[in-house]
């Protein structure tokens, strides 16, 4: 059996079918109001292979000249982020044993070819919230290591309804998607894999 970090849970087909077709329409509402745009590093300005986008009052981005942040605002188009479906609130609600709502909710799009190295979500200011992942469509391969990067890995696959926890002690564990295997969803009609993550980024009040 495979054994998980500690703080991490791994919730196998949570969601149902009919949620997460729901869910995929939530999500395309989403993407026609904030369109996906194309991150890049730090730095380097190298762009990733996923494409993003966000819903909730915060939303995660990145590019060369200011790096990692949270900010109110679409990088592209300049305006605010949608809300975040209720369907997503309630999971939170459901599995988050967190007494605040989250604020932002990261929509990261994999096509077959699209991963995500090994990295921490430490963007945030309050990390006594989880992060609360979904995954929807082609299963993936994620891997997660310990809160170092020195930690060993341990590698599942993700399908979709999966939901996964980081909380606790695993809250800032190092975790990353080594690839994409295309085809084994129906979900989403042109294929590929779409993450969902939850976080609380501020202290409430
Ligand atoms: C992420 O860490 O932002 C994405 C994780 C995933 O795609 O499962
Ligand atoms: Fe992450």
Same mark, same amino acid.
């Given at each position: 059996?495979?054994?998980? /970090?500690?703080? %991490?849970?791994?919730?196998?087909?949570?969601?149902? +079918?009919?949620?997460?077709?729901?869910?995929?329409?939530?999500?395309?509402?989403?993407?026609? @109001?904030?369109?996906? #745009?194309? /991150?890049?590093?730090?730095?380097?300005?190298? @762009?990733?292979?996923?494409?993003?986008? &966000?819903?909730?009052?915060?939303? $995660?981005? =990145?590019?060369?000249? *200011?790096?990692? +942040?949270?900010?109110?605002? *679409?990088?592209? =188009?300049?305006? /605010? $982020?949608?809300?975040?479906?209720?369907?997503?609130?309630?999971? $939170?609600?459901?599995?988050?044993?967190?007494? *605040?709502?989250?604020?932002?909710?990261? %929509? &990261? #799009?994999?096509?077959?070819?699209?991963?995500?190295?090994? *990295?921490?979500? +430490?963007? @945030?200011?309050? #990390?006594?919230?989880?992060?609360?992942?979904?995954?929807?469509?082609?299963?993936?391969? #994620?891997?997660?290591?310990?809160? =170092?990067?020195?930690?060993?890995?341990?590698?599942? +696959?993700?399908?979709?309804?999966?939901? %996964?926890?980081? !909380?606790?002690? !695993?809250?800032?564990?190092?975790?990353?998607?080594?690839?994409?295997?295309?085809? =084994?969803?129906?979900?989403?009609? &042109?294929? !590929?894999?779409? &993450?969902?993550?939850?976080?609380?980024?501020?202290? /409430?009040?």
């Amino acid at each position: 059996m495979l054994v998980l /970090p500690k703080g %991490v849970r791994h919730m196998p087909g949570y969601l149902s +079918r009919a949620v997460q077709e729901a869910l995929v329409e939530d999500v395309r509402q989403v993407v026609q @109001e904030a369109p996906l #745009f194309v /991150p890049t590093m730090p730095r380097t300005g190298k @762009e990733m292979t996923v494409r993003m986008t &966000n819903c909730g009052s915060l939303g $995660w981005v =990145t590019d060369k000249e *200011h790096g990692y +942040r949270y900010q109110p605002m *679409h990088p592209v =188009t300049g305006t /605010p $982020w949608p809300p975040i479906p209720d369907v997503l609130l309630q999971l $939170w609600r459901d599995v988050s044993a967190y007494p *605040h709502p989250p604020e932002a909710c990261l %929509v &990261n #799009f994999y096509s077959p070819d699209a991963k995500m190295g090994l *990295h921490q979500d +430490r963007d @945030e200011i309050d #990390f006594s919230a989880p992060v609360v992942s979904v995954s929807l469509g082609d299963d993936c391969l #994620f891997r997660v290591g310990q809160s =170092t990067r020195e930690g060993g890995t341990k590698s599942l +696959r993700l399908k979709s309804g999966d939901v %996964v926890v980081l !909380g606790d002690e !695993g809250r800032l564990c190092f975790h990353g998607v080594d690839r994409i295997y295309p085809s =084994t969803s129906a979900l989403l009609k &042109n294929g !590929g894999r779409i &993450n969902l993550t939850l976080r609380r980024v501020t202290y /409430p009040g």
